[in-house]
Structure formats: C-alpha cells, structure tokens
C-alpha cells in the first residue's frame, strides 16, 4: 500500500516578483511595458493563490533600492501602483480581500498615501486573501523603524528592556500579527533575497525559478508549491 502523504499548502507565500525589465526587452518593447504586464499578473496571481488554499499572500513592489532607477521609470511604477490601489478600493469589495502595505509609505506621493489608507480601512474587515503590498519596503529599513518605535516606547516607560522578547519585538514590524512565510518564489533566475522581509523569512523554503515574472501563472505557483511539499521542514530539530 502506498504510504499515506498529506498534500501542504502553504499558509503564506511571498513573491518577489523579478524579471519584469527582462521580459519586455526580449520582445524589444520599453521596461514599462514588461511592468504593466506584470502587474496584471499581480492581480491574477491574487485569485490563483486563493483558489489554491493559500491565505496569506505578501509581494514585493518596489524597494527602498528602487529609487535609484532613471527617474521616468520610478514614476512609471509609481503610477502603476497608483492605478492599482485606486481600483482594488472598489475591487475589494468583489473578490473580499484584505489589503495591507507594508513599508515606509511616508515618502510617497500624498495622494497615493492617501488611496493606501482609504483601501486598507475599506478592505480591513474583508475575509479572504490577506494580501500584503511591499512599496518603499525594505527589510533592513524595517527593523530600523521597529526598533526606534521600541526605544521611544521603552524611553517613555511602556515597555521594559527585560520584556523584550522576539515576540514582542516582531508586533513593531509592519507585518506584525501576520504569520511568517512558509514558502519565498522569486522569478527571473535571481538567487538572492534583495532586502525582502529578512527576519520573517528565517525559517522560509525558498524556491527560486527562472521563469520571468510577466510569464508567471496558476502553473508556475502549483510547482512551487509541489517544490515545498517535497521539503522536509526541521526547524533546528532532526
Ligand atoms: C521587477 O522587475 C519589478 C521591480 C523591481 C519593480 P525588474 O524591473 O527588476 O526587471 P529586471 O530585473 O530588470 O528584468
Ligand atoms: C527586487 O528586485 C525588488 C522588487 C522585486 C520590487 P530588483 O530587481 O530591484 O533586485 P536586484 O536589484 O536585482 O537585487
Ligand atoms: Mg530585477
């Protein structure tokens, strides 16, 4: 008799979504395009990942790094990112997911702010996909603005430098509260983690593909997945 295997899916999956500038040059068309296109992937990727059984989804948008790309570009996904919260407001009201972004929103564009909160406090008692945005996010700029809320709440007496324990550290971050990844997918054939959520992703599997993002799809993601089901997951035990 075959030996009885249960089939995992991962609770929380996180994507750093690469390879975007690569796909529209092999089709001689500017870095822009392959943008656009992959933000509809983005969005697809959404209904897929909960389809699938996943509850917890977080990608990576843009990091703290990306703003040293040419200027026209920046603002390109700027706007990207501003079309995309402007229709998820309405958007999450159909497909009930509940947004988040994580990062430091401070130095974008007031009106862009302004969408991320009003989509975040309309989606916010949505049931479904708990999806996390990663915009101006970077992992070490993350633990930074943790750990200086930490210090001025210590400062002021609210906490004790003898109560802080990893658990009560990690209710600082911008993800606090959300579980850690289970499972990190980064397209396009980069074998590094480029500053995403480096302390949530401690004890992560990582699968990395060369397929470029703008070409990513439902298949792509249930190979990942199958990958993570052939993981044996220790934790520092045997
Ligand atoms: C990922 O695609 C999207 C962002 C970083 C915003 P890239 O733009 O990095 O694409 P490549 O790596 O140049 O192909
Ligand atoms: C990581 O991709 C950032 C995002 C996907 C938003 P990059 O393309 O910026 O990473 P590097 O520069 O290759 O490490
Ligand atoms: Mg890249």
């Not at 996909?129 to 007496?157: S, T, W």
């Amino acid at each position: 008799m075959a030996k009885e295997t249960t089939y995992r899916v991962p609770e929380h999956v996180a994507i750093i979504m690469d390879g975007n500038g690569r796909w529209a040059k092999k089709r001689f068309l500017p870095r822009n395009a392959g943008h656009v296109q992959g933000s509809r992937v983005a969005e697809q990727i959404c209904e897929d990942a909960w389809n699938l059984g996943i509850k917890y989804l977080t990608i990576y948008a843009f990091s703290t790094e990306n703003w040293v790309r040419p200027e026209d570009e920046v603002k390109a996904l700027m706007n990207l990112l501003r079309k995309y919260m402007k229709d998820s407001i309405e958007r999450s009201s159909k497909n009930n997911m509940r947004v988040r972004v994580i990062g430091d929103i401070s130095r974008l564009d007031e009106d862009l702010q302004e969408s991320i909160q009003t989509l975040e406090a309309v989606s916010a008692e949505n049931t479904g996909l708990c999806f996390q945005v990663a915009i101006n996010y970077g992992g070490r700029d993350e633990i930074v603005r943790a750990a200086r809320q930490l210090a001025m709440d210590a400062a002021d007496g609210r906490i004790k430098p003898e109560e802080i324990t990893e658990e009560r550290f990690y209710t600082y971050f911008d993800t606090g509260g959300i579980p850690y990844p289970d499972l990190m997918i980064r397209t396009s054939g980069e074998c590094r983690t480029s500053n995403f959520l480096p302390w949530q992703l401690a004890y992560s599997e990582f699968y990395f593909t060369d397929v470029l993002w703008p070409d990513f799809n439902k298949k792509e993601l249930q190979k990942a997945i199958d990958y993570y089901n052939n993981r044996e997951r220790r934790f520092g035990g045997v």
